[in-house]
């Protein structure tokens, strides 16, 4: 009996020592924070560990040194007396923490961070009591769907003594030390050509010689582009891992950071990194793996998600979307572009083209539909074809990244051009008129009802519908053959209107019949056409300047002069010699000029609107800067060539009303012009989950911003922000009412 009791006080006491082990805890709404002392009393001069724990609660986390993406550094603000410091907190390894097209670094269940303190010799003669004040102030970033900067007060003392340990802490301190990075047991070399960074890495024990996956933290949060994937290559006595540089770097040695390595025998361990930086070649990795895959911790626990970066090879690229729902966005998208500004006017000429030949029969209208469905896909997939083409080779581009190129805009125009002087009947391309490439070929039927189809392609880039963005986002996330498959469903989509009315005799019975009327249709066409190739040419002049302009206008005058002459001298062989002459000298002068004329040379800013509110060119240092102030910041991205993001900008964006509104509260614009291409932009939009322009983004502080629609309006403008306002305020509200209710 006696014995029974004397061991029960003995684990009583035990539990009392272990209860007493966290110093102070305060819990908030979504974390929980304590600190915890390694030792039981303070020796003067001998330094001493602190444990201070964030456990936020399930579904939530908290931030490495590096928060990524997004997120925010911890802070720890400690006030201890005269001659007493606290040196920086050391972190345990991070994991990856993807958010759609986002990256960021830190931890899921709860993470301690250590503090090294160091007392002076003359400790006794510095504090009251005998006993050491130690009080911290910490301020976090807790997330989930929604962001909640929490902050926390906490206080307690220790007494002066032998400096002797902590029984109860000693096992919460040794799992805290196993979760920190070990040294480095390897050399490592960076190499850098101003866009990408290779790690070269050699193994010095056999057992990290078997690393089959490896990731790379950097302590820089503006080194790499954390969204990017990370290609990891084996080699003969270790590894190397290429990752693209964020926009605008231009590092400088050494580059620090913490390597991540998940050898064949074991689970995941994390290595402090540091590597001399020298500049040469870094040639584009062999596979493009996703940065999307989350850690968990180990293998074990499903570190290993799709998209993980693999030594000698790339995993498939990770996405939420699915590649069903994409193909479906990419169909209702297609569908939708018919009725934007871009696409219409080829619409109606086809449809012109289907009443024409309506008297053919059915079957006249199947062919005819077949070919132009045909034209659409054939082109679409020739455009996809380049764009992954492209970014194989390392380019930033997206949708409409053709329309970056002033002599592609040139051809857009000559060719716009030589349509509205058909359509307004200056020019005779044959008996019939059923499509562009009807006119280029002189034939009828299905090649002119191809041509269509081409056409209808090329002038769809311009513009951006609902729901196509998010689907070419993702196909250019994925392998070849699934971004071909959305790309082809984009076209189909693009196609169906006119399908639907050459296949289903109901739909092809509201066509009117054919008469008088149709001429004077067709050259009402005309107008818009014209209107597109002044718009084109005022792209033109955006990219190039005047001298581009003064280029596109002289070969539209070159253009007319050859139809002219084909029409006034074509009867004539003496004439006809002269003409042929005179076009040859005005080629050939025009062609020497046009190099020097059609140079690039971008004016930032040209493509945003102008308005009341105070505008500037984005940059991604100016954005941080005003996120890490915790001020409002309305982003855009807009394109001169892009019809979509004008519309928007003058409808809703240029509205007085939608002016005030920003202005009111005091909200902060940053617009990035793509007119010109420009990696930096493109690579904010690939994060986004973005291929292309138009993209809104409304940041309320450190958090994840809202994403508006890509058509805008005046009141769903006003409505987002407003809503996003509302929410940031009541999260700020509730962090200081729990920080308040913890002090009490």
């Given at each position: ?9 003995l684990l009583v006491l035990s539990m009392a020592a272990q209860a007493q082990t966290p110093q102070a ?238 050898p064949a025998d074991g689970p995941a361990r994390g290595y402090a990194l540091t590597a001399a930086l ?184 311009p513009c951006t519908a609902p729901f196509m963005a998010v689907a070419l986002g993702f196909a250019l ?268």
């Amino acid at each position: 009996m006696t014995r029974s009791l004397i061991s029960l006080f003995l684990l009583v006491l035990s539990m009392a020592a272990q209860a007493q082990t966290p110093q102070a805890v305060v819990e908030n709404d979504n974390t929980t924070v304590r600190v915890y002392s390694e030792v039981a009393s303070v020796a003067p001069g001998e330094p001493f560990w602190l444990g201070v724990e964030l456990d936020p609660s399930t579904g939530w986390h908290t931030y490495w040194r590096n928060p990524g993406d997004s997120g925010m550094t911890n802070a720890l603000a400690w006030t201890l007396p005269e001659g007493v410091t606290a040196a920086p907190p050391l972190y345990p390894v991070p994991a990856r923490l993807p958010l759609g097209p986002l990256m960021n670094y830190g931890y899921k269940g709860a993470a301690t961070l250590l503090v090294r303190v160091t007392p002076p010799d003359d400790l006794g003669q510095r504090v009251a009591g005998d006993r050491l004040p130690v009080v911290l102030a910490a301020d976090w970033l807790v997330c989930a769907d929604i962001c909640v900067p929490e902050s926390a007060r906490l206080s307690f003392s220790l007494p002066l003594g032998d400096g002797a340990a902590d029984p109860a802490a000693a096992e919460r301190f040794a799992g805290a030390r196993a979760a920190l990075p070990g040294a480095s047991p390897w050399t490592a070399q960076a190499v850098s050509d101003g866009e990408r960074l290779r790690l070269d890495v050699t193994t010095a024990t056999a057992a990290l010689a078997t690393v089959t996956e490896a990731y790379f933290f950097p302590r820089d949060a503006m080194l790499i582009d954390h969204a990017a994937g990370q290609a990891v290559s084996a080699g003969e006595d270790g590894f190397s891992l290429t990752v693209p540089l964020a926009a605008g770097v231009e590092p400088e040695g050494p580059v620090r950071g913490l390597l991540k390595v998940w050898p064949a025998d074991g689970p995941a361990r994390g290595y402090a990194l540091t590597a001399a930086l020298e500049q040469g070649p870094v040639a584009a990795p062999a596979g493009t793996p996703s940065a999307q895959a989350a850690d968990v911790g180990d293998r074990g626990a499903g570190d290993q998600g799709a998209g993980a970066s693999t030594v000698g090879g790339a995993g498939a690229p990770g996405a939420d979307l699915g590649v069903l729902t994409a193909l479906a966005f990419a169909l209702v998208g297609g569908v939708l572009l018919n009725l934007m500004p871009c696409v219409f006017p080829v619409l109606s000429l086809k449809a012109l083209a289907m009443v024409q030949g309506g008297q053919r029969g059915a079957r006249h209208r199947r062919v005819e539909g077949a070919a132009y469905t045909v034209g659409v896909l054939v082109s679409m997939l020739a455009l996809a074809g380049v764009l992954l083409a492209l970014k194989a080779a390392g380019q930033s581009v997206g949708w409409g990244f053709q329309l970056q190129n002033p002599w592609i805009i040139l051809g857009l125009i000559l060719v716009l051009f030589a349509v509205g002087l058909n359509l307004a009947g200056l020019v005779s391309v044959g008996g019939r008129f059923a499509g562009v490439g009807q006119g280029l070929t002189q034939r009828s039927g299905p090649v002119g009802a191809f041509f269509t189809g081409v056409l209808a392609t090329v002038v769809a880039t311009p513009c951006t519908a609902p729901f196509m963005a998010v689907a070419l986002g993702f196909a250019l996330t994925q392998t070849a053959g699934v971004a071909l498959a959305v790309f082809a469903a984009l076209g189909l989509g693009l196609a169906l209107p006119i399908l639907a009315i050459s296949t289903i005799p109901p739909l092809a019975a509201v066509l009117p019949r054919p008469g008088a009327w149709m001429e004077v249709f067709k050259q009402a066409l005309a107008f818009p056409v014209f209107l597109t190739v002044v718009w084109l040419v005022w792209v033109l002049g955006i990219q190039t300047g005047a001298d581009g302009v003064a280029a596109a206008l002289a070969a539209m005058v070159l253009l007319a002069f050859m139809v002219w002459m084909a029409r006034v001298w074509g009867g004539s062989a003496a004439w006809r010699g002269v003409g042929v002459v005179l076009a040859l000298v005005g080629t050939v002068a025009w062609v020497m000029a046009a190099p020097v004329t059609l140079a690039s040379r971008p004016v930032a800013g040209q493509a945003a609107s102008a308005g009341a509110v105070a505008q500037q060119p984005f940059s991604r240092d100016r954005l941080e800067a005003l996120r890490a102030a915790g001020e409002p910041v309305f982003v855009y991205f807009t394109a001169a060539w892009c019809i979509t993001c004008q519309v928007n900008e003058r409808v809703a964006l240029a509205a007085p009303r939608v002016e005030r509104f920003l202005a009111e509260r005091d909200i902060h614009v940053l617009v990035g012009d793509w007119t010109s291409r420009d990696d930096r932009i493109g690579r904010v939009l690939r994060r986004y989950g973005r291929s292309g322009v138009p993209l809104y983004l409304f940041f309320t502080g450190p958090g994840e911003p809202v994403i508006l629609p890509q058509i805008l309006t005046p009141e769903g403008v006003m409505d987002d922000i407003s809503a996003a306002l509302a929410a940031a305020e009541a999260a700020v509200s509730g962090s200081r009412a729990d920080a308040a209710s913890s002090m009490r």
